[in-house]
């Protein structure tokens, strides 16, 4: 699959530098940067936002360490947390195509000051590797 337009002009996309030594001292296990992502909020409700249906599309990457589950944006971590969190049980993971991941959650589950449902699809050509890797208990 290629990667999206932003990660081949600009870089964006790439797994963050401050956290990039953190999970490569875990083991990753698998890793994908500047895929295309879109992320959809229903009924959201955060301080200062409050979305009854919207989306947003950006450059990001996914990685599965030994130990730890994350989701990048551009700007900030959409996920980051350790495998054998309670909260990991709580994702909805699916591939709805062979090349698409789609990962569900609950605002709230991650975030005590949200509300609301939100999802995110990748455009990816592992998608059942990583949902099959994401989906084993534990870490």
Known sequence: MSKSLLFRLFGLGKIPRRYRSLLQSEGMVLAEEGLACRVYYRNYRAP?????????????????TQKRFAVFTPTKPLINILRNDPRMSKLEISTPRTDRLLIGFRGEDFDSRTRGEISCTFHISRAELFKDTLCTPGG
């Open 48 to 64: 200062g936002k409050r979305f009854v249906h919207k989306h947003v599309a950006f450059p990001g990457s996914l990685v599965i």
